[in-house]
């Protein structure tokens, strides 16, 4: 970004051209699945099997997670598809009848890191 020419084209006005392109890493975002005294173990399992692409042994371990320590990450995605998992929770679990809730939150925007 900060390498840029300066070139004169035909009626004489100068123009800067951005040579190296903006290649930023997209902030990411984690989707939290908060705790409930309602929602059967068995649907949020299947949910973070179907959802969020987890195996049966990992998505048992998030679900009790979630279920002994309130809240916990179901997956990490750019703000968009973690737009839509958070949505996909509430639709499937109201069509359900379920309370289940979703959350996202923003990653450290990670300026410096690798
Ligand atoms: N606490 C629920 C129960 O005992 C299970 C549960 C787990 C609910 C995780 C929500 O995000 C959740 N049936």
């Known amino acids: 970004m ?3 020419r300066e070139e004169q084209n035909e009626s004489g006005v100068a123009t800067l ?3 190296k392109k903006k290649l930023k890493r997209p902030r990411m975002y984690r989707v939290v699945l908060h705790n409930d005294d309602y929602t059967p173990m068995d649907f949020v399992v299947r ?3 179907t959802v969020f692409h987890r195996s049966e042994s990992e ?3 998030i679900m009790l997670h979630v279920h002994n ?3 916990g ?3 990490i995605y750019t703000h968009e598809i973690a737009e839509t998992k ?3 929770v509430h639709l499937l679990a109201r069509k359900n009848d379920h309370p289940l809730m979703a959350s996202m939150e923003p990653e450290d925007d990670g300026e410096d890191a690798e």
């Open 86 to 88: 958070v949505a996909q």
């Open 17 to 19: 051209e951005r040579t």
């Open 47 to 49: 949910l973070l099997e």
């Open 2 to 4: 900060s390498d840029k």
């Open 73 to 75: 990450v179901a997956g």
């Open 59 to 61: 998505a048992t371990r």
């Open 69 to 71: 320590h309130g809240s």
